[in-house]
């Protein structure tokens, strides 16, 4: 069994990461903890990349954080697919929220595509989700749950 001594942590390989900063930060209000520059020698031998690369953390009230990777020699484009789910790998981010229509009333207005019909869809009974791409196309899921303790009992 893994010991975590810390909420998990998920980190994003970004192209433009003063963009990514703002709509994480001024958008869904995460803090920006740390940015630290990696050399070439260490980000090689590490297996991240041959170049180095600029890292940046941002965490949520809760202490969950992101890492915001920026590589020194540009990325790849991502290759996600037209659906969330359409190529194995493909990875999104969940935010559960207290109110959905608040949440995405903020992010509409930064004009990040909606994936979500109608933008709010009942994907089962009281559970109300909408997915959305950020700047460079990374997916995220906002949920609200009617019941919030059905779902996370230890969180009330």
Not at 68 to 73: A, F, G, I, R
Not at 82 to 109: M, P, Q, W, Y
């Amino acid at each position: 069994m893994l010991n975590m001594i810390a909420p998990f942590e998920m980190g994003i390989c970004v192209d433009n990461l003063d963009t990514m900063i703002a709509f994480y930060r001024d958008i869904l209000g995460f803090e920006l903890i740390s940015e630290i520059d990696v050399l070439a020698d260490r980000s090689t031998k590490a297996g991240f990349t041959v170049g180095g690369y600029r890292i940046v953390r941002m965490q949520t009230h809760y202490g969950e954080r992101i890492k915001l990777v920026q590589p020194v020699n540009n990325p790849s484009d991502r290759m996600s697919g037209e659906e969330v789910l359409s190529n194995r790998g493909n990875v999104f981010l969940t935010f559960i929220v207290n109110d959905l229509k608040s949440a995405l009333a903020d992010i509409k207005d930064t004009g990040a595509p909606i994936r979500t019909t109608g933008e709010i869809f009942e994907v089962r009974d009281g559970v109300f989700l909408s997915i959305i791409d950020d700047p460079e196309g990374n997916h995220l899921e906002f949920v609200e749950y009617a019941d919030i303790a059905e779902y996370r009992p230890e969180l009330v």
